[in-house]
């Protein structure tokens, strides 16, 4: 089939869509106007009994007929007839019939005190004052209530009137709407099919040649038996020259970059460690004179009553010392090879730096690090910096959930040794109860430059440094997630890798 045909085809289906969907909406437009114009005839029908039972109520309080009285019977029956049938659907609407509906059903006791007091003989043979007071009040009251319905009743009959006059203008509008915007697609169609589809068809035909010569911006898909399938076999000829070097020359390019920026993120930590080294010896030597004044004191001084905060100066002096000296020990790069290393005091150290953010954003941690792990052939250093990392990443996941304290936001780290091909290994796993990773995101995360952070915090290289400083150690390091749940990722290093000192000196230069 040609492309004229299908454009031909398209055109009379497209126009008879619109025909049955204006159709439809002209039927359904009809039908909530007809609904619309059916309760407010109802509503007219309710108003008119109103009144009419408040006029024949005024007649029967002047003169006290028995027709009156019959009158009122059959109008007050009628219209609770007509009250209980109506079906209106607008929230007003039903507020001011129910209104209406109780001070009909509050008139009927009230008229029949009336008609009883006045039918009633009075005591002395006549109209006593109370006689005449009670019926006074009787009518009075009925009066107001009277008044109070016909109100209502006028106020039910202008909102219904005013939903008849909204539901036309809204059928109008859409239909007017829907007429105009199948008029102007109709339009805008015809205008491409007139016009621009041939014109089309020659410019991106001469682009195969353009694409032939080097220009690998356009593509188009083979299936058809027409022109465009004739473009499209034409684009065939750029296939190979796109995979073989357009492909690689990118490729090729990617990894350039990626190599680049891991270089200008290992010269970023080697400032950061330089610096935390001189600021780090900086704090120790006042911290070591403030701990030496502070045993001095206690051994000077024998008042008993000052022991326990020299004991807490000391105290605290010693906690700081201690993180002063995991910090020189992070930030200085190991220049030797690798050496047997306990991964609980990689965990220990690594959580010196970082407790305090951690509580300070109010995140429970639940460490669970047996004291007998097997020792693992690394360099300790860089799996601190993964081990930080991955702390990081899930400090940011639990503060993303949980901006404030809550009782599920909590960090879980985990080691165990298992066995593998004979072969003794070591898991250390960090858990945290964050909003997780989207499964199809699994695949990406380790990728450089992909994050799901803001540009401005977060590079996407993190994980991917981590990852490769875990192959180097022949480990691996993997993650699972249940979005809503928990994240999980799981460090694997064995005990012995299989490195020597020769090995990591040639991966170091």
């Known amino acids: 089939m040609s492309i004229r045909a299908k454009l031909q085809l398209s055109v009379l289906v497209g126009g008879g869509i619109a025909v049955l969907v204006l159709g439809f909406v002209l039927v359904w437009t009809s039908g909530q106007v007809d609904e619309a114009l059916e309760q407010n005839r109802a509503v007219d029908d309710i108003v008119r009994g109103v009144f009419e039972l408040s006029v024949v109520m005024n007649d029967y309080l002047q003169y006290g007929e028995e027709r009156a009285l019959a009158q009122w019977q059959t109008r007050h029956a009628s219209l609770a007839k007509l009250l209980e049938r109506i079906d209106i659907r607008d929230v007003t609407e039903e507020a001011i019939l129910a209104d209406v509906a109780q001070t009909h059903a509050e008139l009927s006791p009230l008229f029949s005190q009336l008609v009883a007091n006045r039918t009633d003989p009075a005591p002395t043979g006549g109209e006593s004052d109370l006689t005449l007071d009670r019926e006074r009040r009787l009518a009075s009251q009925l009066l107001v209530k009277a008044q109070i319905m016909v109100t209502e009743a006028f106020r039910l009959a202008e909102s219904a009137a005013s939903r008849v006059a909204s539901t036309q203008r809204r059928g109008a509008v859409l239909v007017m709407a829907l007429t105009l ?56 000829v750029m296939t190979h020259r796109l995979k073989e070097e357009g492909i690689e020359r990118k490729r090729a390019e990617e990894e350039r970059s990626t190599i680049e920026a891991q270089l200008r993120q290992q010269q970023k930590l080697e400032s950061i460690g330089t610096l935390a080294s ?160 989207p499964e199809e995101l699994l695949e990406r995360i380790f990728d450089p430059f992909f994050t799901t952070k803001p540009r401005d915090e977060g590079t996407g290289l993190g994980l991917s440094v981590s990852f490769g400083i875990v192959r180097e150690h022949k480990g691996r390091l993997w993650v699972e997630s249940d979005p809503g749940e928990h994240t999980r990722f799981h460090m694997d290093l064995a005990a012995d890798n299989g490195w020597s000192h020769g090995h990591v000196e040639e991966a170091e230069h």
């Open 278 to 437: 001189g600021v780090a010896h900086e704090i120790n030597n006042p911290l070591m004179g403030i701990i030496n004044y502070a045993e001095l004191i206690a051994d000077e001084v024998a008042d008993d009553s000052i022991k326990p905060y020299t004991d807490g100066i000391v105290k605290e002096g010693n906690r700081v010392a201690t993180i002063v000296r995991n910090l020189l020990s992070f930030a200085r790069q190991e220049k030797e090879s690798h050496s047997p290393a306990d991964l609980k005091d990689i965990i220990d150290n690594s959580l010196n730096l970082v407790t305090a953010i951690l509580r300070k954003d109010q995140i429970t941690i639940d460490v669970d690090v047996p004291e007998d792990l097997p020792m693992v052939k690394c360099r300790s250093q860089r799996i601190q910096q993964v081990v930080i990392n991955l702390l990081t990443n899930a400090h940011d996941a639990l503060n993303e959930r949980y901006p404030g304290y809550d009782e599920n936001k909590i960090l879980r780290i985990t080691a165990r040794p298992f066995e593998n091909e004979g072969k003794t290994w070591v898991r250390m796993t960090i858990e945290d109860r964050g909003p997780g990773i």
């Open 181 to 236: 915007s199948i008029l102007a697609a109709v339009v805008v169609f015809v205008i491409l099919v007139s016009n621009g589809v041939v014109a089309r068809i020659k410019r991106l035909r001469q682009g195969t040649e353009i694409v032939a010569s080097g220009d690998l911006s356009h593509r188009v898909d083979e299936r058809g038996s027409d022109e465009l399938g004739d473009l499209a076999r034409a684009f065939n």
